[in-house]
């Protein structure tokens, strides 16, 4: 079984910064690629970031420039570095993880809300 916790939202004026944490505990053998999705109200969840096992990142085209992805296998933890954050960026953001040998894990989600 595998938990992942995320961590650091909250709420931010826009043009702030936050950075998220997702640490993944249980049974990691083999973890794959790495990401943050995120699912605002009404609106279905969308893929933000994600990270391969060789550091390679994919940005959703609304967050290039602005959020960053990266990886700390040590820990098993993903992180979304979040700048210039906009109204548009609130929702709920969620991690999640896929495994070289098949199947994947989600975490319960983080509310970020940029509003002045």
């Known amino acids: 079984q595998v938990q992942l916790v995320e961590s650091g939202g909250g709420l931010v004026q826009p043009g702030g910064s936050l950075r998220l944490s997702c640490a993944a505990s249980?049974?990691?053998?083999?973890?794959?690629?790495m990401g943050w999705h995120r699912q605002a109200p009404g609106k279905q969840r969308e893929l933000v970031a994600s990270i391969t096992s060789r550091g390679r990142p994919n940005y959703a085209d609304s967050v290039k420039g602005r959020f960053t992805i990266s990886r700390d296998d040590a820990k098993s933890t993903v992180y979304l570095q979040m700048n210039s954050l906009k109204p548009e960026d609130t929702a709920v953001y969620y991690c999640n993880l896929d495994f070289v040998f098949g199947g994947e894990a989600w975490g319960q989600g983080t509310q970020v809300t940029v509003s002045s």
């Open positions: 249980g049974s990691l053998f083999r973890i794959n690629v």
